[in-house]
């Protein structure tokens, strides 16, 4: 079974602070994804990565980055933590080379104080 | 623009009834489109898959169906049981595209 690890299910920080999510998956997958989820927006596209050290911007880069120096490690990085990024965070591991859906880890509640 | 849209936003049944959501989309052409179902406080999983030539896909009580035609699949959940109380997100996978097309969920609650 595919296991897909978010580091911490709730985390909150001040305004401004330097933010670090972690994702580590464990099925030697090339694709990863970093989603937020809102109430009654869905699921956003932060960045996703297509293999070690690869990104590309999803729907809502800004003020994120993002880091894969290793294949099974995905890091999305708050460079100066805003109220406004108070979401559910979510992240996704997939196979690139198979019909597999994209396997969701249980989220980070983040809060900004 | 939304290209994937879930009716009823949340609904109610009486546990052992059926029920069935709904999924309009204008994501074209599309590799796949998927049922994920998300427990509070959890991530998604995967309920169903199907293709585009597919009409109709099972997996015990959820029967997801597909009418690539009118761009339309339906979630049917049967003899609902307490457990089945979650959010049901309709995800459309674009052909040759790794971006997903997310519905907004179908909140549903199960009551005894």
């Known amino acids: 079974d595919v296991k897909v690890t978010q580091s911490s299910r709730y985390l909150v920080k001040r305004t401004g602070e330097k933010v670090f999510l972690e994702c580590v998956q464990d099925?030697?997958?090339?694709?990863m994804f970093w989603y937020r989820q809102d109430p009654g927006l869905g699921l956003r596209l932060i960045y996703f990565s297509y293999d070690v050290k690869m990104k590309e911007k999803g729907d809502i880069p800004e003020g994120y980055s993002v880091s894969r120096e290793k294949k099974e490690r995905f890091s999305l990085i708050l460079e100066s933590a805003s109220t406004n990024q108070t979401s559910m965070y979510l992240c996704?591991?997939?196979?690139?080379?198979?019909?597999?859906?994209?396997?969701f880890g249980d989220g980070t509640r983040l809060s900004i104080l | 623009k939304n290209q994937v849209e879930q009716s009823p936003q949340s609904l109610i049944i009486l546990e052992g009834k059926n029920c069935t959501l709904q999924c309009n989309y204008t994501v074209s052409p599309f590799s796949n489109l998927r049922w994920y179902k998300q427990d509070t406080g959890r991530g998604p999983v995967s309920l169903t898959i199907?293709?585009?030539?597919?009409n109709t896909k099972s997996n015990g009580r959820y029967t997801a169906t597909l009418d690539a035609d009118t761009k339309q699949s339906s979630l049917h959940i049967t003899a609902s049981q307490l457990s089945d109380s979650a959010s049901y997100i309709c995800?459309?996978?674009?052909?040759?595209?790794?971006?997903?097309?997310f519905g907004k969920g179908n909140q549903v609650v199960v009551i005894p």
């Open positions: 099925m030697d997958h090339e694709n």
């Open positions: 995800v459309v996978s674009p052909y040759g595209n790794n971006r997903l097309a």
């Open positions: 996704a591991s997939r196979d690139a080379y198979s019909n597999q859906p994209q396997h």
């Open positions: 199907m293709t585009f030539s597919e």
